[in-house]
């Protein structure tokens, strides 16, 4: 699923089932975990979101580190779970 800049997370992430962690992420950093759904590579999420491929890999970095996880699959997982997208 792929998601336009300016989309908004399908559903809100302060509701019941946020995950706390959430909180520890920029408003930037949640547009980019969104765009991890789709399975983009760091450059088509930097077209997407008008900003350089290294800013994207630092931001992918961050969220990881923020959200306790190893690697963007457990991101999407995460997503998911959370309810910042859906199949």
């Known amino acids: ?18 995950d706390p962690r959430l909180a520890r992420l920029t408003a930037r950093e949640v547009e980019v975990l969104t765009q991890l759904d789709g399975g983009l590579s760091n450059a088509e999420i930097a077209a997407a979101l008008h900003v350089s491929e290294g800013t994207v890999k630092t931001h992918v970095g961050q969220l990881l580190g923020k959200l306790e996880l190893r690697d963007r699959v457990q991101a999407v997982v995460f997503a998911y779970r959370v309810g ?3 199949p």
């Open 1 to 18: 699923m792929r998601h336009a800049a300016g989309d908004a997370p399908s559903r809100p992430i302060d509701g019941p089932s946020a």
């Open 84 to 86: 910042l997208v859906r």
